[in-house]
């Protein structure tokens, strides 16, 4: 039997299955993507004389689909080439030839039992015997499914619930059934977290699983409450997302953006699968059916219309606002009227906003007003509902958590949230509110079990009701976390803004964890420190975190700050100090590597350019926008992208290339930089040449940090060496300038670009081409930082800069004067 998936047949190209089948492609996965062959022509192909028997006619299903998954905003692909790894078919002509070389082949049609059932008939007389075979259905029992089918089949069968969109959803479920063999199970998950960069959680086989199963609950409940209180639409969303950890879609406009005709059929569906579950009537609660049913009978089901629980309204000056649902109306007499935004304020979220989560949820959800009624109440409830469904759809509590952090995107699950709040204080407050919680909580507690969770060892474990004992947690060899670290080593050296951690075997960890990890002096003293210990018994170097983005750069403020204050040498200080410690770090004599995600702006993308390796997240979204605050990248930007980019074509390791034309290299890079481009993804970072194709991109972000442990020890074990600074960069010179200087002009002139863009510009151009050399030389790196620092401090005290660089940090919006 074939241990690896090479190939895999995705059946049906409606929004999640052509999303599937693209981040198939996305893992470099060959796929097959197959809908229906039409049984009727449009208009159109019967104007065009077109029969049903015509190849643009036999796959217009499949291919509309498959555009649709293409042209989508947020893109489904990391760069449009992958579109080229799909490969197209329909039932008719193609469902044999495709299933016959596949190893897995994914059923992702429509959502009816019946119809799925006679697609697994007819892929069990064509696959072939090794082939998996899963559904992507979001609630059907997986058994009854494969109803009908052989021992042989059933043992093959799975089900495999991505999360739309599959790109950006970290969860997949991964639903076996009774006959399923558990290797095949083994496989498909290992595949899903190396390949998919998927977090899978293992669900038992019943309606909904586990995600869907605990949202549906949890938000109908929530809307019920609100709308019996009092409380509207924005002071709802105000209360349920960011502020508790959630995303900031939170409850009404989550809703708008999934689709409220979506989410009727769901709760409609389930209540009658789940007869047996004492919240089930929650499903159908008055109050929030009658507001459903207000909306759909108006056609206005979110987004898809542009309206809602949310309805966008601009004013007399052109500005956008949304205004919510007047939810007591539609809820009492059907009657769709929206409210306008009020901005609402409690004295509870006043005092807690900027705590750290656990201790903002421990404020909050004791507050004694709407706010904290509200958020105790939601929290209280869905506590209480988890521990209610284990063991019904899973045997862990670390899945039900799982599941809601992956799936949802919650910081905290249910059981992570309840040890925070403390599991004994909770319980004992929610009985006498008279929320029931599972008798295995309290059995717990009386056996003198004071958490979900625990730290034994450095090993962090969970509590298992069946046995009545802490479990370790099932970790994959390459998860790693901050945590881990923090449980098993002592920390090397911290301050306000970063830490220095033992990842073991000699390696070093620099965290970052100042606001947004933006790079400032802390940070610098601690880089400063690691230099120090590779230049002593450290084997390497990591450059990683676990913040939401891997760094937005340069503090800005402090760039702002001390060029409106006019204290130019203050100001060439901090360049030369972000300058000094990243080529220190450069020059380091054991490999230095880092591990970027998300978003990594400016002097954050210098700090990588200045590893010897990467090992980037597939998510991580690069640039140097450093011109549109009116500077050029200036702690090496500039030096690395000539370097990496122009120097290779036009030297041979020895000598110039003197046949070699400069100009599509450089006007490359001074696009890229130019333009401020970032990368929607690591793929087309390495396309804008800010990573190499040596560089690794990982799928999964719980392996970044292991994998860029692994990095820096082969590197080690192969001999590294520093690399040379000196004489390696190619400068292009005054003539190349001049043809630079020239194109900048024409944009001026032309109305593309302002008069300070253009000023900007020609420094850019300067740096680039190594300023205003009489001929082409190879020159150090050092000759180039110098280059970029002058640039920099002359612009700085440009007015029009400065104003940029304020309108940045007071509204986050660029300013082009």
């Keep these: 039997m074939p241990t690896q998936i090479n190939h895999v047949t995705v059946i049906g190209a409606g929004t999640m299955g052509a999303a599937i089948a693209g981040h198939l492609a996305n893992a470099s996965t060959p796929v097959t993507l197959l809908d229906i062959a039409p049984t009727e022509l449009t208009a159109q192909e019967a104007a065009a004389g077109l029969t049903l028997e015509h190849p643009k006619v036999r796959n217009r299903i499949v291919q509309a689909g498959f555009e649709r998954m293409v042209k989508a905003r947020p893109a489904n692909l990391y760069s449009a080439e992958v579109a080229a790894r799909i490969e197209l078919g329909n039932l008719a002509d193609d469902f044999e030839r495709a299933v016959a070389k596949s190893d897995w082949i994914i059923e ?91 977090g899978v959680v293992l669900c038992k086989d019943t309606p909904n699983f586990i995600a869907n199963r605990m949202f549906t609950f949890i938000e109908s409940d929530l ?128 005092v807690a906003r900027n705590l750290p989560l656990p201790d903002r949820l421990r404020e909050l959800s004791n507050a004694e007003d709407a706010a904290g009624e509200l958020i105790w109440r939601t929290l209280a409830r869905t506590m209480a509902y988890a521990s209610r469904r284990v063991p019904e759809i899973a045997d862990s509590l670390a899945d039900i958590d799982d599941a809601m952090r992956w799936g949802f995107g919650w910081e905290l699950g249910p059981f992570e949230t309840w040890d925070v709040l403390g599991v004994a204080e909770t319980t004992a407050r929610m009985a006498a509110e008279g929320i029931a919680v599972a008798p295995w909580v309290e059995e717990m507690l009386r056996a003198g079990f004071a958490s979900f969770y625990r730290d034994e060892g450095g090993i962090r474990q969970v509590y298992q009701p069946q046995t009545k004992q802490y479990a370790p947690l099932a970790r994959g060899p390459l998860d790693l976390t901050i945590r881990d670290l923090r449980r098993s080593r002592p920390v090397v ?56 983005h891997f760094s937005v750069g340069a503090n800005l403020f402090i760039l702002g700050t001390l060029a409106q204050a006019r204290q130019w040498q203050e100001l060439e200080q901090v360049m030369k100090q972000g300058q000094d410690i990243l080529m220190a770090l450069r020059r380091a004599p054991k490999p230095v590597v880092a591990a970027p995600f998300q978003r990594v702006l400016g002097g954050g993308v210098e700090v990588c350019l200045a590893a010897d390796r990467m090992a980037a997240h597939a998510e991580s979204y690069m640039g140097l926008v450093e011109f549109g605050v009116g500077i050029v990248p200036g702690w090496g930007g500039c030096k690395e992208m000539v370097r990496r980019q122009v120097t290779p074509a036009l030297f041979d390791g020895a000598a110039i290339r003197p046949t070699v034309n400069p100009t599509p290299f450089l006007r490359q890079v001074f696009e890229t930089l130019g333009f401020a481009k970032v990368s929607t993804s690591a793929l087309e970072a390495r396309g804008l040449g800010f990573l190499l194709p040596e560089d690794r991109i990982v799928m999964n972000r719980d392996h970044l940090l292991a994998v860029a442990k692994q990095t820096v020890l082969h590197l080690g074990e192969a001999g590294y060496a520093a690399p040379v600074t000196t004489g390696n960069v190619y400068a292009a010179g005054r003539d190349m300038l001049a043809s630079m200087k020239i194109e900048v002009y024409s944009l001026k002139e032309g109305g593309f670009i302002s008069a300070h863009d253009a000023k900007v510009a020609n420094k850019l151009a300067s740096v680039l081409c190594g300023g205003d050399l009489s001929a082409p030389t190879m020159m150090d790196e050092q000759y180039f930082l110098d280059l970029e620092r002058e640039a920099n401090l002359s612009l700085a005290g440009e007015e029009k800069t400065q104003a940029r660089i304020w309108r940045i940090l007071e509204t986050g919006k660029p300013l082009r004067n």
């Design 108 to 198: 992702v049609i429509v959502e009816k039992a019946e119809p799925k059932q006679q697609l697994m008939a007819r892929l069990e007389a064509a696959a072939p015997a090794h082939a998996i075979i899963s559904s992507n259905t979001s609630g059907i029992p997986i058994h009854i499914i494969s109803e009908g089918r052989s021992a042989a089949f059933k043992k093959r069968f799975m089900g495999t619930h991505f999360f739309n969109p599959p790109r950006y959803l970290h969860l997949l479920e991964v639903i076996p059934t009774a006959d399923t063999d558990p290797a095949l199970v083994a496989k498909i998950k290992a595949f899903a977290e190396h390949m998919l960069g998927k």
């Design 223 to 350: 809307m019920e409450f609100a709308i019996e209180n009092g409380y509207t639409v924005e002071q709802v969303d105000a209360l349920t997302g960011s502020l508790i950890g959630r995303p900031n879609s939170a409850t009404f406009r989550l809703h708008d953006i999934v689709g409220i005709d979506v989410a009727a059929l769901v709760t409609q569906n389930l209540h009658p699968m789940i007869p047996h579950d004492e919240e089930r009537d929650v499903l159908l609660s008055p109050n929030m059916t009658a507001v459903f049913q207000a909306l759909l009978d108006n056609n206005l089901p979110g987004q898809k219309v542009g309206q809602g629980f949310y309805k966008t309204v601009v004013d007399e000056k052109g500005n956008k606002q949304f205004w919510g649902l007047d939810l007591q109306a539609a809820a009492e007499g059907g009657v769709i009227d929206y409210v306008a935004p009020q901005k609402p304020r409690w004295a509870s979220v006043g």
């Design 493 to 548: 050296a911290e301050n306000d803004s970063a830490t220095l951690h033992d990842m073991g075997d000699g390696v070093l960890l620099l965290e970052f964890h100042s606001k947004m990890n933006a790079l400032d002096t802390g940070i610098f003293e601690l880089a400063q420190n690691a230099v120090e210990r590779l230049h002593g018994d450290a084997t390497g170097l990591v450059i990683g975190n676990e913040g939401q």
